[in-house]
T-cell receptor, first 112, second 112 residues
Framework: GESVGLHLPTLSVQEGDNSIINCAYS??????FIWYKQESGKGPQFIID?????DKRQGQRVTVLLNKTVKHLSLQIAATQPGDSAVYFC???????????FGSGTRLQVQP | EAGVTQSPTHLIKTRGQQATLRCSPI?????VYWYQQALGLGLQFLLW???????NRGNFPPRFSGRQFPNYSSELNVNALELEDSALYLC???????????FGPGTRLLVL
């Protein structure tokens, strides 16, 4: 992901709606992409990952889309629940080097 | 299955002192990674250890160092502490030949 400084964008959605969180990355050599969820006072929790030979991958209630042409990654959460409220980070890496580059994060707020 | 564990949970030091942070990976994982999460700077890659060897290092000064033991646990040492070293230090682990990194809860270091 790209480091964009101190600003932490916030996405506010209603419970039951679908959420889409977007992320840009800058390293053309990155071939591995991953989304994490971080709740206050906890470490990042793995959500879903995708390799550069794919453009879509689905998990339980989550889908990751990868557009390598424009270096863009998105996370879709279906039927968002209050427990989904957290900060979401995208990260990318060149798998040979394993150093994840994290985006600045997006705060997801789910309104009941 | 137990996750990544880190100790201590909190650590308070004064400027110029040394800090030692510890990490135990998920059972069966051979790679350990260290990241710094400082306020306003996001998550930044510090170090990657695999099979006892340092495999990659982020853009941090040499006073940040570490090691990995034969049981795959790891230590991060920070010498000559500076105020700006105050941060959450996160450890992650991954299985052999796999890129997915699973994070621990972190050690919060405060330098006074």
């Amino acid at each position: 992901g790209e480091s964009v400084g101190l600003h932490l964008p916030t996405l506010s959605v209603q419970e039951g709606d679908n959420s889409i969180i977007n992320c840009a990355y800058s390293n053309s050599a990155s071939d591995y992409f991953i989304w994490y969820k971080q709740e206050s006072g906890k470490g990042p929790q793995f959500i879903i990952d995708i390799r550069s030979n794919m453009d879509k991958r689905q998990g339980q209630r989550v889908t990751v889309l990868l557009n390598k042409t424009v270096k863009h990654l998105s996370l879709q959460i279906a039927a968002t629940q209050p427990g989904d409220s957290a900060v979401y980070f995208c990260a990318d890496a060149d798998t040979g080097r394993r150093a994840l580059t994290f985006g600045s994060g997006t705060r997801l707020q789910v309104q009941p | 299955e137990a996750g990544v564990t880190q100790s201590p949970t909190h650590l308070i030091k004064t400027r110029g002192q040394q800090a030692t942070l510890r990490c135990s990976p998920i059972s069966g994982h051979t790679s350990v990674y260290w990241y710094q999460q400082a306020l306003g700077l996001g998550l930044q890659f510090l170090l990657w250890y695999d099979e006892g060897e340092e495999r990659n290092r982020g853009n941090f000064p040499p006073r940040f160092s570490g090691r990995q033991f034969p049981n795959y646990s790891s230590e991060l040492n920070v010498n000559a502490l500076e105020l700006e070293d105050s941060a959450l230090y996160l450890c992650a682990s991954s299985p052999d030949y796999q890129e997915t990194q699973y994070f621990g809860p972190g050690t919060r270091l405060l330098v006074l």
